[in-house]
């Protein structure tokens, strides 16, 4: 049908922008890959969890940079796991952030930890934000009745 | 009375004195007259005369004379006046011309004479050119001999022919009464009579060399004339005393490397022999300057001749010892085509015979122990079959080293990976290694090619004859096995500077290294390791099971392979390190086409050998929890997941194949995980395979991880391809590499 075909398209289209853009890598395709009969909510659900562990990672390190005595290690724990659960997202410049991230952890620069705190949860949003609009189409598509397209 | 006008003569007439006065005069006119016709008709005839003038005025002067004597006749008797005019102008005349003759003699003879003096000097010379024409003559004469001589001489290279022959001529050119050639013996202290022309006297005296007459004729390169009083001369025998002059002349003996082209080597010759010559007793013969000249040049002729005729012997020697030496090798050629046509045999023969007894063995004990044994008789079986391999290896050996010593074994190149390759060789140590607990770690380069062409059953010898060693010499401790790709800075070993190997399109070079903490080598003794069936004696005596062969063997394979092999070791107790590189063609680049792989399966299939099997999965993330979760149950997994390293030990039974560990996360102590898990079942028979979950990827924690008895390692995040040919990888082979 033409809505299918148009929202495809734009689906297609979208999506090619976020790998473009560096929002999502290779990893993304593979959850996409993942996601079968016998998993058919695969993505969102692990989304969803990448999502809320984001938050929750956030706040932790808000909260320890904001220490007194800045426990660096902790720090860098955090931004370790966030960066884990980026990569196995696929949130690339997530990912990408936190690697910079755990160099100032490394060298103990505080002004670079609450810099890159900041850019982490602006690049986090960011993602957020279009994962959402990527999940919506989806919906969409499905709904309409037709496929989602799979991006080799 | 005078009347006549006449004129009275002036003397009285006497009758007799004027008559003889009148036939005077008249003869004297006559002469006069004749006189300068003679002198014109000699002259006429003459057909050098300078002086023609001259003539003339004296022919004038002799004719007026004559002229006036004949007048004179006239005037004996009375006579007229004109008479008397006649003969005044006469005598007038003649009075002129002779005094000018007279003057012009004055000029005129002392040229004469010295006309004279010129053809004396003249004939002079003619003589002299006569002399000098003479002694040309005789000189060509002399040239014309010694060129004789010269070519007698050089027309024999035999020695003895030689020396005859110049004395023959010699004696025939100059008439010699005698004429000896005494030679230095060996000893060259003395000169001993070898050729005389007349054999008069007896052959063989000796005389010493260093008489003073002797050492007189050496030092100089002429003929010498000597006494005939001298030892060398008395060549007559007693009882005739008188001899004639008697000249010596040195001839040089010249030796092969005595020769230079451009001149005599007066100096370096230290050999003469002594030429006598003896002219005639009986002539008054000297000694002439042409025949010593001629002495001197037939002495120098014979020099070059007899070293012609020394040069000709000492080749014809060398030719015979070569031929001789041909014989013999001709002879040894052959035995020794027959040994080696013996030993072929022997091979073929042992080659058949002994390997189908041991095979025999091998297979019947190896059935053997799949039936139902007690264990004494499983015992027994497992050490048949370990000495009947050890057998069947030992013939094996020899045999390949005899191939490989003719150069009869060729390399089976086929397509083979590198993977398997690896993952073999350690499959097959990993039972001994875990008896003796040895930590065996094996890592390849990123850039190492997964297939490579090459005789993979050689390469594998190597590399199991190379690891077998380190094990077996490494009582604790651990083995790393690293392979990689060469790159040529990393090939150059001190001891083998020739070896330069050069990467191309077609080829690399595989560079692997197996670094052992055990007991070390000496490192005097790493030059014996690779010959053959030489065993290190300070290694003790107990692993002295093995042929000693497996390196030689190894060593012998790997050239083949156009690479090159070394041991390093520290010494004693420090480990050692064994190092080959070989030669392998990159497949795809060049013809071999051959592929013993099977084509890979389509990714849409769930693969069935997953299905079912049973995993447990540890990561305190819970997104990469899940996402790895879910990569492995698309695969058909049943996964089993936990967030602690306790709870992983509690859930893990037997029945789990595999174990992953997310390494990523500090706080959790996986290697302490990993040892507890290999503790749990170490009862069992088998225990999970435990593969960590790496984020970044690290050679060392890789390397600890490995040590720390982890199968394997996957990189984070994991995509489901590498998780399938992961699983596979350990399932079939029981060992993952990070690649």
Known sequence: ???????????????????????????????????????????????????????????????????????????????????????????????????????????KNLDGCSRFLNLVKQEFYLVKNKLETLLRLEQQILQAGGTVPLIE | MDACHCIEPQWPADKLLMKYQYISDFFIALAYFSIPLELVYFVKKSAVFPYRWVLVQFGSFIVLCGATHLINLWTFTMHSRTVAVVMTTAKILTAVVSCATALMLVHIIPDLLSVKKRELYLKKKAAQLDREMGLIRTQEETGRYVRMLTHEIRSTLDRHTILKTTLIELGRTLALEECAL?????????????????????????????????????????????????????????????????????????????????????????????????????SARQWHVHELELVEVVA???????????????????????????????????????????????????NHEMR???????????????????????????????????????????????????????????????????????????????????????????????????????????????????????RVGSISISASVAKSESLRDPRAPGFFPVPSDNHFYLHVQVKDTGSGINPQEIPNLFTKFAQSQSSGTKNSSGSGLGLAISKRFVNLMEGHIWIESEGLGKGSTAIFVVKLGIPG???????????????????????????????????????????????????????????????????????????????????????????????????????????????????????????????????????????????????????
């Not at chain 2, 014809?316 to 080696?340: G, H």
């Open chain 1, 1 to 107: 049908m033409e809505i299918v075909g148009q929202l495809q398209k734009q689906y297609v289209d979208f999506i090619n922008s976020l790998f473009r853009e560096g929002y999502l890598d290779d990893q993304y395709v593979q959850l996409q890959k993942l996601q079968d009969d016998s998993n058919p909510e695969f993505v969102v659900e692990v989304v969803s969890i990448f999502f809320e562990d984001s938050e929750k990672l956030l706040n932790d390190l808000a909260s320890s940079i904001q220490q007194q005595v800045v426990d660096f290690k902790k720090v860098d724990g955090y931004v370790h796991q966030f960066k884990g659960s980026s990569s196995s997202v696929g949130a690339q410049r997530v990912k990408n952030a936190c690697v910079a991230f755990r160099n100032f952890c490394e060298e």
């Open chain 2, 182 to 282: 005494w030679m230095p013996t060996h000893t060259g202290l003395e000169l001993q009579l070898s050729y005389t022309l007349r054999h008069q006297y007896p052959m063989g005296f000796i005389v010493p060399i260093q008489l003073p007459v002797i050492n007189q004729v050496f030092s100089s390169n002429r003929a010498v004339k000597i006494s005939s009083s001298s030892p060398v001369a008395r060549l007559r025998p007693a009882g005739k005393y008188t001899t004639g002059e008697v000249v010596a002349v040195r001839v040089p003996l010249l030796h092969l490397s005595n020769f230079q082209i451009n001149d005599w080597p007066e100096l370096t010759t230290k050999r003469y022999a002594l030429m006598v010559l003896v002219l005639p007793s009986d």
């Open chain 2, 356 to 474: 189908t007894p041991v095979h025999a063995i091998i297979a019947l004990s190896s059935l053997l122990q799949e039936t139902k044994l007690t264990p004494e008789q499983r015992l027994m079986v497992e050490t048949i079959l370990r000495s009947s391999s050890l057998l069947a290896t030992l013939i094996n050996d020899v045999l390949d080293l005899s191939r490989l010593k003719d150069g009869s074994l060729k390399l089976d190149i086929r397509t083979l990976s590198l993977h398997v390759l690896f993952w073999e060789a350690l499959n097959l140590i990993r039972p001994i290694a875990s008896v003796k607990k040895l930590f065996v770690t094996l890592s390849f380069s990123s850039d190492m090619p997964e297939h490579a062409i090459g005789d993979e059953k050689r390469l594998m010898q190597v590399l199991l004859n190379i690891v077998g060693n380190a094990v077996k010499f490494t």
């Open chain 2, 300 to 350: 120098d002729q014979v020099a070059v001749a007899l070293s012609h005729a020394a040069i000709l012997e000492e080749s014809l020697r060398a030719r015979d010892l070569l031929m001789e030496q041909n014989v013999a090798l001709d002879l040894a050629r052959r035995e020794a085509e027959t040994a080696v046509r013996a030993h072929n045999d022997f091979l073929a023969v042992m």
């Open chain 2, 589 to 739: 680049r060049s013809h071999e086409s051959i592929l013993p792989f099977v084509p890979k399966v389509p990714e849409n299939r769930v693969p069935t050998k997953f299905l079912g099997l049973k995993v447990v999965l540890m990561d305190e993330n819970g997104v990469g929890r899940m996402v790895t979760k879910g990569i492995l149950m698309h695969l058909g997994c049943e996964v089993l997941t936990v967030s602690s390293g306790d709870e992983c030990l509690r859930v893990l039974i037997h029945e789990h194949k595999v174990v992953f560990l997310d390494v990523s996360l500090p706080g959790i102590d996986s290697y302490e995980l990993s040892v507890r898990i290999h503790e749990k079942f170490s009862q069992h028979f088998s225990r999970p395979f435990i593969v960590a979950l790496m984020g970044n990827r690290d050679k060392l924690m890789t390397e600890n991880c490995l040590r720390a008895g982890m199968d394997g390692v996957v990189p984070k995040p994991v995509s489901v391809e590498k998780m399938r040919s992961a699983l596979s990888e350990l399932l079939e082979h029981g060992l993952l590499l990070d690649s």
